[in-house]
């Protein structure tokens, strides 16, 4: 069953279907190595300058934990709400918005779902980097579709 878009975003349907499409194959695990990487790339994108935060290092150490089987659902939850208070506390709407990326990428390992919202958000972070305009959000919606297909599907 596709997915929804929880945020308002200037999108392209037709490849936020593609990646859901793919997204709907996917382990947990996979979907996890895709959210946390798309979050690195968000974070690139608009040149994050507080990347070795101990809030968001530790978000991504226990989304890799849960991964292998080494962290507890729990930890991964309370792990993406810190990121999410760290995102509510920044003044930049664009900042506060990839962050958004990082903290549902981080919670990818509670729930799969937040994978797609996390994508959501980062095409969220091209909206406000690029006001309308949609050849900047196909060009990250293509991103995405290639990076998640071109991770090797494992389980733990």
């Known amino acids: 069953m596709a997915t929804r878009t ?3 975003i200037l999108d392209d349907a037709e490849l936020r279907q ?3 499409i793919e997204y709907e ?3 947990q695990i996979k979907l996890c190595k895709y959210a946390l990487s798309l979050a690195e ?6 040149g994050y300058s507080d990347t070795d ?3 968001i290092k530790t978000g991504f150490a226990v989304n890799e934990s849960w991964q292998r089987g080494k962290a507890r659902m729990h930890d991964v939850r309370q792990a993406g709400f810190q990121i999410h208070q760290l995102a509510k506390e920044q003044q930049n709407p664009i900042t506060q918005a990839a962050l958004r990326v990082v ?3 981080v919670a990818t390992g509670h729930m799969r779902e937040h994978a797609m919202v996390s994508s959501d958000y980062a095409v969220k972070v091209i909206n406000l ?3 309308d305009d949609i050849n900047a959000v196909r060009q990250e919606r293509l991103w995405q579709i290639d990076h998640m297909t071109s991770i090797k599907d494992t389980t733990v």
């Open 18 to 20: 593609l990646l859901d």
């Open 53 to 55: 935060n101990p809030i």
């Open 103 to 105: 903290g549902q990428a």
């Open 6 to 8: 929880k945020i308002r």
């Open 129 to 131: 980097l690029f006001p």
């Open 25 to 27: 194959k996917s382990s």
């Open 41 to 46: 790339h968000i974070l690139t994108t608009i």
